[in-house]
């Protein structure tokens, strides 16, 4: 019952005297246009029934109760169709009619087509308008599933023509919706089946109704996949394109829910690549004018469910255009079905060879482009896990010549060759030490292969071919070296670094040509059948384009072209994981984070926390003399840790204004203590062992894992211990026994690690590990019982499941399927997520925020005005959060929750599905405050991944700025004054200056990403804060909403950004922190340099942490600054973590350099004893040093000079000494840097 099909069957009706008016409307479109939907409901009243056809369910229609609420009122009729039998059940008394007419028109809409129609409107005529006289005919059924191919007439022999295939050939398979059949709408498959026969591919293409019906006589997919796409219980096909949206595994699947773990994947046994070939529901010229590339609907119904079944997502086939007659059909771009044919190809030759002729890529990134950051990825110690993966494949029978004994081999060997770094190599090594060297000649023929946009781009950008980006004398130098049929590649030079002065005021910077020349040589040169993209991230996805439904001026789709893409991507960043999946048509591998474990004091923390202890228990013994000692001692140690500012105090403060806050100092020194900080980095493929086994069940289970308790909550539970109110007041004390809360968590977590221990040295053996946890806790040990159970029954065996990473990237390497499942942060009590190295997903954006997101969101936003009202006195009217697609993946939205909250407003959620639908204003009486004036600076992955929270947030904008209210408790309206005023005095008219004030998103420019702020970081090309606030701006300054598609308003976003009183980052993990990834500096970092420029003050500048949901804290950046220093960088425990993974884990250390730099740069939030602290520890302290310079001596050098840089530009305050043995030290490193460039060959 499509809405034209309808609407043509009425048309044709004859022999009907009656005058039969058919008002259709799309869900979608009627969600975008109030004005459309009134007019629905409009109709509504005055029509004979109303009918609705769902896919899913309701839910996916946010007007849906508003609409059912005006069917009600009218008393009309009310049919519902959907693919949810319970949801029809709901509603089947609305329709009102007899079982024998509901149960006719549910086939009439099931079976589809004018026919069946034209049935629906004869009924009416007869049941509804009393016309006795017309008959009402029995529904058609069409054929419900069966081979199509345009040369095949209807009732051609099926068996004949799979018969006739050429087993010689790849063969795909094609599966599409069999309404299209029904309705002669294939040009767009006709299409796809002459691309792949012209590839020499055999082709399969099936039409099928995904659910099995009694009514229209469909077998549902699974049975449809088996007839026709195996033979004898193998695949007949090496691939297959999937024309249809949604998730075919839960629809295939009535009844069971979508997170049923019992659903049956039907790919799976295929074990082949899946493809997702998207429908878009929009016209061409509407795509090829969006950035975004899809709407929110699209983006659900074509992306991001198919992502559950673990669809390859590539381009878009379809598109809907209006015939002659009004009709939509589906239309098709030629190159962009060549493409999908061409990747189903592509996987389904691979599928096809044997190990031993597999020609596969590793690909490493370098970024920036410095041999320090050789092969640089989130928490993965990526040399380690190709020397894994080498010898998984030589196992398999792929051909490797020879595996290197250690990784440190796998660095020397690319370093001996060339990288993306040249500073230090001879010119004249370079041919010989280089993979190969392509000739202009030979890249011309790749360069013209490519589409004219693109071309003239990179010539805009780059000059004519070759450029200066790692060439040499007119040709192209292709770093990497070969093992076998194994190639390890180095990710080519993005280029930004090099052009650092034109990103100052220009955003489309493509990539040079060498970046092409490189993967073309991968392609022909080496002749790759698959590339890995090793660890998180690269940058081929985010090169400029669309974000989703790339075209072929896309720049990720003209580079990767059609190579089968492996990419093991990080499983707490499913953000970036969706842009690598969406845009450069990848099968993710997620891999697990680092082992996690508790901070504990050291060194001098470590004597303050036990003199602190001493201190507070001879307050209560009445020991003066002791007491005395003790504070002197305390005072000394705080002076040693320069902890002044950190207690409230001046440096000069006195022993007595220390004394008087010990108990303060005690609980902040216990808090930093009971920080959970990485120990090293991952391995893929490689589960934890010994200590790092016991430190992951530790953080596994350090918070309650939905209905599991915590296991520390647990133990402390057994002892008689409220482990919270310990918590809570750690220099509290046990009446009991006079012991510091603080100690007592001590016991207590020491106690639970015994435990782990133990059960740990049982081989997690239930049965002995419930023995001894009744040894361990007493009487009270029951209260552990559940938790140690889960441990034993599912936590251990699916930490061991990391083994799997391995085995799941060579399905993906040899073409065969990789299990979908899900993603976020394990240690947020995401037990569930394991055993990682699946094809991740990511969620369903329209859910969010959910209602516990709602909870935590409006906690946070609650904790940052209450300190803000307590530390400044007012509240802040003017709020500047950052928001990032990953956090919001991640927690489902408490940071949407959080800005709703401020502005005073709450969701209203769908009565199915609880999926948002809606805004309400909270009133004013209730919130107890005023609305606050919130003003996003949003990610480009955010832009292109919740295009309908963008719409959301806006009409909350416009919603709120509508209201009757004061300036006084309306700070939105007071601003949106102050500006229309400001901008009429400046020339606008007063239309236009409401318009332009209204304007509270901002983010990356259309097709792009990034903020501009590390490029010029990185390269040190920059002068002032001045600078750092222009590039912000020109990266930044792109206005998104309802009526903005990203158009350019630098002035705006100045204005905006210049009034800000509090900025915001929310952290919702400790996998990651501020000091861990250059993402903080440059996006919140650059937006407190453009409110100090441009507004001449810094910010309150806050950070929330969310780790524990349970347990939800407020930091301003000061603080979050000094607690990541002490808790992690300064502790032993994280550089000896670090020290195993030799090159790699060095790496760790140079990145820490240059984010310091980068915070301090853009606000000033690093402290003098920071940078003395760490130049001690690590490049100082002679273990560390010595270590650094048998690992990674470049990594040595860079922060050297990165620390060098902070004195030059005033940001540290050195003492003399250490600036001698800084430049001591540079020049040291220089000649090391000479020495290991000309004798690596």
């Not at 992306?303 to 809907?320: A, C, K, N, R, Y």
């Not at 920080?675 to 980095?681: F, S, T």
Request: charged share 25%; with cysteine; proline share 6%.
């Amino acid at each position: 019952m499509d809405a034209d099909v309808l609407e043509r069957a009425c048309i044709s009706l004859g022999g009907v005297d009656a005058h039969i008016g058919v008002v259709t409307a799309n869900s979608e479109g009627l969600d975008e246009d109030e004005e459309s939907f009134m007019d629905v409901l409009n109709a509504v009243r005055r029509c004979d029934i109303a009918m609705m056809k769902i896919h899913s369910d309701p839910s996916y229609f946010k007007k849906f109760d508003r609409f059912r609420t005006a069917v009600e009122k009218a008393g009309v009729p009310f049919f519902l169709e959907c693919n949810a039998p319970e949801v029809m059940k709901d509603f089947r008394d609305c329709f009102g009619y007899p079982d024998e007419d509901y149960d006719l028109l549910c086939r009439y809409v099931k079976l589809g087509g004018e026919s069946n129609s034209r049935g629906i409107l004869l009924w009416a005529c007869s049941r509804l308008c009393g016309m006795d006289g017309v008959a009402v005919p029995e529904p058609e059924a069409p054929r419900a599933q069966g081979i199509y191919h345009p040369s095949l007439g209807p009732g051609s022999d099926e068996e004949g023509y799979l018969e006739s295939l050429d087993p010689s050939r790849p063969s795909v398979g094609v599966i599409f919706h069999q309404k299209y059949w029904v309705e002669g709408n294939t040009d767009h498959i006709d299409a796809l089946i002459g691309a792949l026969e012209s590839k020499g591919a055999n082709v399969i293409p099936v039409f099928a109704i995904t659910s099995p019906s009694a009514i229209t006589g469909s077998d549902g997919i699974i049975e449809t996949v088996k007839r026709y796409f195996v033979r004898d219980g193998r695949p007949r096909i090496g691939s297959v394109i999937v024309n249809m949206g949604f998730s075919q595994i839960s629809l295939a699947n009535p009844g069971e829910g979508e997170g049923s773990r019992a659903m049956y994947n039907f790919f799976e046994d295929l074990d082949i690549a899946v493809l997702q070939a998207t429908a878009l529901s929009r016209p061409r010229s509407v795509w090829e004018e969006d950035t975004v590339g899809m709407g929110p609907v699209e983006l659900s119904t074509s992306v991001i469910w198919p992502e559950f079944d673990g669809q390859i997502i590539t381009v878009p086939l379809s598109f809907m255009e209006k015939d002659g007659q009004g009709s939509y059909r589906n239309a098709f771009v030629p190159d962009r079905v060549d493409r999908i044919a061409s990747l189903a190809v592509s996987w389904a030759r691979l599928r096809s060879l044997p190990p031993s002729e597999v020609r596969a890529v590793v690909m490493l990134n370098m970024y920036p482009p410095s041999n320090d950051r050789l092969g640089g990825a989130g928490g993965l110690d990526t040399f380690e896990s190709i020397r894994s993966m080498m010898m998984a494949m030589k196992d398999r029978g792929y051909v490797i010549d020879h595996i290197p004994e250690t990784a440190q081999e796998i660095v020397d060997e690319l370093m001996a060759g060339v990288t993306n770094d040249l500073e230090w190599v001879p010119p004249e090594e370079i041919p010989g030490r280089a993979a190969d060297m392509v000739g202009l000649e030979r890249y011309m023929e790749w360069f013209f292969s490519v589409p004219k946009v693109p071309r003239e781009a990179m010539c805009r950008n780059w000059g004519d071919p070759p450029g200066e980006i790692t060439t040499l004398d007119g040709r192209f130098i292709i770093p990497g070296v070969r093992n076998g049929n194994l190639f390890i590649g180095i990710q080519p030079n993005r280029g930004h670094h090099a052009h650092a002065e034109q990103l100052y005021h220009s955003t489309d910077v493509v990539m040079p040509h060498q970046y092409l020349a490189y993967y073309r040589w991968i392609r022909d040169g080496f002749g790759a059948d698959l590339i890995v993209h090793m660890g998180t991230h690269g940058t081929l996805e985010w090169l400029p384009g669309k974000g989703n439904a790339l075209s072929k001026d896309c720049y990720p789709d003209v580079v990767l072209d059609t190579m089968p893409n492996v990419y093991p991507y990080i499983i707490d960043d499913p953000g970036e994981g969706m842009e690598a999946k969406r845009r450069t048509n990848s099968v993710l591998i997620g891999y697990m984070v680092a082992a996690m474990t508790r901070a504990e004091g050291y060194d001098e923390l470590a004597d303050l926390d036990a003199c602190l202890q001493s201190y507070l228990g001879s307050e209560t013994t009445a020991q003066p003399e002791k007491s005395e000692y003790l504070s002197g001692r305390m005072y000394e140690l705080v002076r040693q840790l320069d902890l002044f500012r950190e207690i409230g105090l001046p440096e000069d403060a006195s022993e007595e204004e220390v004394r008087e806050r010990a108990e303060l100092i005690y609980d902040y020194i216990a808090d930093l203590k009971d920080a959970v900080i990485k120990d090293g980095l991952h391995v893929l493929g490689r589960p934890p062992e010994g200590d790092r086994m016991k430190e992951m069940v530790y953080s596994m289970t350090r918070l309650r894992n939905g209905p599991v308790p915590s296991l520390r909550a647990s133990v402390s539970s057994a002892r008689g211990f409220d482990l919270d109110r310990l918590l809570d007041n750690p220099s509290g004390t046990n009446p009991s026994d006079g012991c510091l809360n603080g100690a007592t968590v001590d016991d207590l977590d020491a106690l639970t690690c015994s435990l782990i221990d133990g059960m740990y040295a049982l081989d997690f053996g239930k049965e002995g590990c419930l023995r001894l946890a009744e040894e361990l806790l007493g009487e009270g040990w029951a209260a552990a019982e559940e938790t140690v159970s889960f441990i034993c029954d599912r936590l251990c065996p699916d930490i061991l499941g990391i083994s799997e990473e391995m085995g799941l990237l060579l399905r993906g390497t040899r073409g065969g399927y990789v299990t979908p499942g899900p993603s976020g942060s394990p240690t947020r009590g995401n037990a569930h997520l394991l055993p990682t190295g699946r094809n991740y997903y990511s969620m369903d954006p329209d859910t969010v925020p959910g209602d516990a997101c709602w909870r935590i969101g409006t906690n946070m936003a609650e904790e940052m005005i209450r300190r803000h009202v307590e530390e400044r006195g007012c509240y802040p009217e003017n709020v500047g959060i950052i928001i990032w697609a990953t956090d919001t993946m991640k927690t489902g939205g408490d940071d949407i929750a959080y800005i709703l909250y401020l502005m005073g407003l709450r969701p209203k959620w769908g009565s199915y599905g609880g999926r948002v639908v809606g805004l309400e204003v909270i009133p004013l009486e209730e919130l107890g405050r005023p609305r606050i004036d919130v003003t996003l600076r949003i990610s480009g992955m955010f832009r292109d991944s919740f295009p309908n929270l963008v719409q959301l947030i806006d009409e909350g904008v416009e919603t709120i700025a509508a209201l009757d209210e004061s300036e006084e408790s309306n700070y939105l309206r007071k601003h949106l004054r102050e500006d229309i005023n400001k901008y009429i005095k400046e020339g606008l008219s007063p239309a236009d200056a409401e318009i332009r004030s209204m304007i509270r998103i901002f983010g990356d420019p259309p097709g792009e990403h990034g903020c501009g702020t590390g490029i010029l970081i990185e390269s040190s090309q920059w002068d002032s804060l001045e600078d750092l606030a222009e590039i912000y701006t020109t990266w930044g300054c792109y206005a998104y909403g309802r009526k903005w598609k990203g158009e350019k308003m630098p002035e705006v976003f100045k204005n905006r950004m210049a009034s800000m009183d509090v900025t915001v980052k929310n952290h919702n993990d400790r996998e990651f922190d501020l000091l861990d990834i250059d993402d903080d500096y440059e996006i919140l970092g650059g937006l407190n340099a453009v409110v100090r420029a441009y507004g001449g003050r810094m910010p309150y500048c806050v950070m929330g942490d969310s780790s524990d949901t349970d347990r939800l804290k407020l930091r301003t950046l000061e603080e979050e600054t000094a607690y990541v220093m002490r808790s992690r960088v300064l502790n032993p425990k994280w550089v000896e973590g670090l020290k195993p993974h030799g090159f790699r884990g060095a790496m760790e250390l140079s990145k820490l350099t240059e984010y310091m730099l980068g915070w301090d740069a853009t606000s000033g939030n690093i402290e003098d004893w920071m940078y003395n602290s760490v130049a001690e520890r690590f490049l100082f302290d002679e273990e560390n040093r010595r270590w650094l310079e048998e690992s990674n001596p470049y990594a040595l050098r860079e922060m050297a000079e990165d620390m060098l840089e902070t004195i030059e530009r005033g940001l540290w305050d050195a003492p003399e000494e250490m600036r001698e043995k800084l430049r001591d030290l540079y020049l040291e490193t220089e000649g090391t840097m000479e020495d290991l460039g000309s004798n690596r060959g």
